[in-house]
């Protein structure tokens, strides 16, 4: 079975500095990766996914992530960092061997806290 | 555009009581999920559906039954509820059970059973 890691529970930046959040998945081929960000009192919203293909992939909002499969990980990146940015990220991976939404695996999120 | 809504927003509970949270979905998904969002535990899957009148179970289903008698409907039932059922609870809902189909999230249930 698949499975996710998000080492950092909580991490502070200042507005403007740039923003790594990690994302680690252990699955035997390579997966299908999302970055979901829950704002304060709203549903997950999909920012960006990998399916196959260039390893860079870019987002909504400026994000973008970088599939590094020596590594297991799929990190998230942002150049600066907005107030508004402040929110709940969370890394996904989904099976692409008869991948089914309902055989995602949502990792357990980093808590993104922006300081002016 | 409505997309996923989810009612109540907040609700609280006593031990024993019954309570259904509602789903619905405006954009004639096929697939509607429900998860359960806790501290350290990420989102975890408690039941989906691909359709009307088919539903199956995910990661952790027991004390909750779900039914899918409209394309629209997915409600969420606690037939007992217990203090392990405090969460928030989404619901999600995608075109068909595929993984290349986005999933759109309802805003939550934060559901307190005392």
């Known amino acids: 079975a698949q499975s996710v890691t998000q080492p950092d529970i909580h991490i502070t930046v200042s507005e403007g500095a740039s923003l790594e959040l990690r994302c680690n998945y252990s699955?035997?081929?390579?997966?299908?990766l999302f970055w979901y960000v829950q704002s304060p009192g709203q549903g997950l919203q999909l920012l960006l996914k990998?399916?196959?293909?260039?390893?860079l992939v870019q987002g909504i909002k400026g994000f973008e992530a970088e599939f590094k499969r020596s590594q297991s990980s799929f990190n998230l990146r942002k150049p600066s960092v907005h107030w508004s940015d402040a929110a709940e990220y969370f890394c996904?991976?989904?099976?692409?061997?008869?991948?089914?939404?309902?055989?995602?695996?949502f990792g357990t999120g980093t808590r993104l806290q922006v300081t002016l | 555009n409505a997309g996923v809504t989810q009612t109540p927003k907040f609700q609280v509970l006593k031990t024993g009581q019954s309570m259904t949270l509602q789903c619905a979905q405006d954009?004639?998904?096929?697939?509607m999920s429900w998860y359960r969002q806790d501290p350290g535990m990420g989102l975890r899957l408690i039941h989906y559906s691909v359709g009307a009148g088919i539903t199956d179970q995910g990661e952790v289903p027991n004390g909750y039954n779900v039914s899918r008698s409209t394309t629209e409907d997915f409600p969420l039932r606690l037939l007992s509820a217990a203090p392990s059922q405090t969460s928030v609870y989404f619901c999600?809902?995608?075109?068909?059970?595929?993984?290349?189909?986005?999933?759109?999230f309802g805003n939550g249930t934060r559901l307190t059973v005392t």
């Open positions: 954009m004639n998904h096929e697939y």
């Open positions: 999600a809902s995608s075109s068909r059970d595929s993984i290349n189909s986005p999933l759109h």
């Open positions: 996904a991976v989904g099976l692409t061997e008869g991948g089914t939404a309902s055989k995602l695996t």
């Open positions: 699955y035997g081929a390579t997966p299908y």
């Open positions: 990998y399916f196959s293909g260039d390893t």
